[in-house]
């Protein structure tokens, strides 16, 4: 019998195991470092638009979000504000811990990213989404199911994953819990569809400026035949197309792909960058980085399967 192996020296193995804990490490400690001291400086203003739209102002205003996202956001309106953004900020974080663990993501990578910090500064619910595609992609259907209720929070970051993770799955149960959900805010709010989108372009509801937007609407939506053609099976490459696709897509959103992926650090560099600049052209630059990124791990990985598969071919 022939056997073709190839030792990796245990000296190598030790520092190499060694050097990703240690990134791990740091990465976590600086997520929860900022998590942590945020609130001591203020409250984020989208948990304040939040916590407004469930105890001033009304539901829809001043967010995007489908309705029964302020069933979830209700309960940290009940501390002081300081203490439920503390509180929210640590849900969030959480949320992406799991996720970017269960994606074997970068933690350091993801720590110093500008979606990591612009989403701890302003209280953002990106961190749930993210929570969401993990239990969507690889939970229990049930617990799934809840996955695919946390991504329907945020509609034009979640509704491609929803798609993928329908198909990936092919499991009707993962929507009994988005159904029941959505029923019962029906039931609740009533048929509140057509309030939701006339808020979300209410003046002063959304500040939808040019400099904040990644997408490439209308035009965008070529890229989704050639993605089911090149990248059908991609999860990362879909989440990219996504925001340059949907009508507005903002860089912080682009968070859900750290967590499904390991960005280079030269795109997010870029990313920040083009924060700096503050003008569209480098923002928009910044989604097509991220895609060649993702192709070049991609072609990495296609060649490991090829040299295992060759491997195995020499084996009796």
């Known amino acids: 019998m022939y056997t073709c192996t190839m030792k990796i020296p245990p000296q190598l193995l030790k520092l190499y195991q060694l050097f990703q804990n240690s990134r791990n490490i740091i990465g976590i400690t600086v997520l ?52 439920g953004f503390l509180l929210w900020l640590l849900l969030n974080m959480l949320g992406y811990l799991y996720a970017i663990d269960k994606f074997h993501g970068d933690f350091l990578s993801f720590s110093w990213s500008y979606p990591a910090i612009y989403g701890i500064l302003t209280g953002q619910s990106e961190g749930i989404a993210a929570l969401g595609l993990a239990l969507g992609m690889f939970a229990p259907s049930w617990v799934a199911g809840i996955g695919i209720a946390f991504l329907s929070f945020k509609t034009h970051l979640g509704l491609v994953p929803i798609i993928f993770i329908i198909a990936y799955r092919r499991d009707w149960r993962v929507l009994i819990i988005p159904i029941v959900l959505y029923l019962a805010s ?26 904040h937007n990644t997408s490439l609407f209308p035009w965008g939506l070529i890229f989704i035949p050639l993605a089911w053609f090149w990248w059908r099976n991609s999860l990362s490459m879909w989440l990219i197309i996504q925001g340059l696709t949907m009508p507005y897509y903002t860089l912080y959103s682009y968070s ?55 491997v195995r071919g020499f084996m009796p």
């Not at 309705?67 to 002081?80: G, N």
């Not at 057509?194 to 400026?209: H, K």
Request: aromatic residues 20%; proline residues 9%; contains cysteine.
């Open 32 to 83: 929860m470092v900022l998590s942590l001291i945020t609130p001591l400086f203020g409250v984020g203003g989208d948990f304040s638009a939040f916590i407004a739209a469930v105890t001033r102002i009304g539901y829809g205003v001043h967010t995007w979000n489908p309705y029964p996202f302020y069933w979830l956001v209700e309960p940290f309106a009940l501390p002081p504000l300081q203490w």
């Open 186 to 211: 029906f039931l609740y709010w009533g048929w509140w569809i057509p309030e939701w989108l006339g808020n979300m372009y209410m003046p002063g509801s959304v500040e939808w400026r040019l400099s």
């Open 256 to 310: 859900i792909v750290y967590v499904a992926c390991q960005v280079p650090w030269w795109v997010t560099a870029f990313m920040w960058l083009s924060i700096i600049v503050n003008h569209p052209i480098p923002k928009m630059i910044v989604p097509f980085l991220l895609m060649i990124a993702v192709q070049h791990q991609l072609e990495i990985y296609q060649k490991r399967v090829s040299f295992v598969n060759t």
